[in-house]
DNA sequence: CGGGCCTTTGACTGGTTTCAACTTCTGTGG
DNA sequence: CCACAGAAGTTGAAACCAGTCAAAGGCCCG
């Protein structure tokens, strides 16, 4: 399904479609298992990823051994771990496949090749992390302005499709609380 | 000081002097007084601003009538509500100096006109939004992976010249917490 | 049908906030 | 250059949000 980063692309350039079957030839189409690692803390971040279908998370390992998910990305969302991608240097996280999951990925090198013979994608992956930048700092303000369980009913209002679609413990590593807390919460809404 | 920006540039991109004369007339230089507010609440964020010298943040006024710092900029940053700049709606922000500072400000528009003129520039701009993309992810990791506390000192030890001259209770205010609580814990080390 | 993973429940704990009062610093006008 | 007012920083007590630990129940998938 790589009419998904056609449709994507297009939304923010003009692009011809024998342009866009080059742009292709650069990447490469993965199919993640659910629960298959695409990188693993303290390997390189080789590729940045863009989810076609399913759905990815990127996490780390804090010192007490519990995951904590940094980001999820969707459908017709970029996703890597953009410190060591950028300098090509071991990395912190792990990313994974939270459900069967099709993914474009495409490698440092060939970034920057596909950004020399095509310099309009410059453009293209400008508003994508000017967008994900904007995406960061709403993240920041809703952990700094809310309490856990107010961040959790913003959350369960805004994605509510989503919030069926993962398991609670991801759900509750993603909000920055333990799987306790979280069924605790949404326990008291019922009564 | 532009003369900041341009070496700031060249560290992306190659850039001619001629261009970048060209360039800055895209730009408003601003003198903004310690404590100016380049942006309030409600206002769209008409203005991409680099710092050049001095410090500007980005903060919010949450429910309690508190002022939460998102993010610091020193020399040679960028910042903006990246939400309100790029929709051209309002904003939930505030852009203030944090001490008297040389800002250059470039509006939506020039900034468009600026990006066709010099397509060049949105590789810069690109890989900009893409550093600070990548700082997020570290941000929000460090949130979500120290205490408070813990928090402090990893980020004294790590800008020790950056506390000395910002005022504690903007400290606090961008580590997420309290005053007083960042007054308890600087003194639980002296003793 | 069974085992392991996910979720729930409850008691206890502690890091952090809140509030209020006090002290120290800073800068501005007389 | 001093005085003073407001801003910033400190201190301590009480309250609370959320974590930890442990044990039991539910549910998915082999």
Redesign the interface.
């Known amino acids: 399904m790589s009419q998904n980063l056609k449709n994507h692309i297009q939304k923010f350039v003009d692009i011809g479609d024998q342009d866009f079957v080059k742009i292709l030839t650069y990447f490469t189409v993965t199919d993640a298992a659910k629960k298959q690692n695409l990188l693993v803390e303290a390997n390189t971040c080789k590729s940045n990823y863009f989810v076609s279908t399913g759905c990815l998370r990127?996490f780390?390992i804090?010192?007490k051994g519990v995951e904590?998910t940094?980001?999820f990305a969707l459908e017709n969302w970029w996703l890597a771990?953009?410190?060591s991608f950028?300098s090509q240097k071991p990395s912190?996280?792990y990313i994974q496949a939270v459900e069967r999951s099709e993914v474009l990925a495409i490698d440092f090198s060939s970034h920057e090749k596909m950004?020399q013979e095509f310099?309009k994608m410059?453009?293209y992956?400008?508003l994508v992390?000017?967008?994900?930048?904007?995406a960061?700092?709403?993240?920041?303000?809703s952990?700094?302005?809310v309490s856990r369980e107010e961040l959790y009913h913003q959350f369960n209002k805004r994605y509510p499709e989503f919030v069926q679609r993962i398991p609670q413990y991801l759900l509750a590593s993603f909000l920055?609380f333990t799987p306790e807390y979280l069924s605790e919460i949404r326990n008291k809404r019922i009564s």
Do not use: V
């Not at 992390?129 to 904007?134: F, K, L, N, P, V």
């Open positions: 990127l780390f804090n010192e904590q940094i980001q771990d953009y410190t950028s912190d996280f950004l310099p410059e453009r992956f400008r992390h000017q967008r994900a930048h904007a960061s700092q709403f993240r920041i303000k952990l700094y302005s920055g």
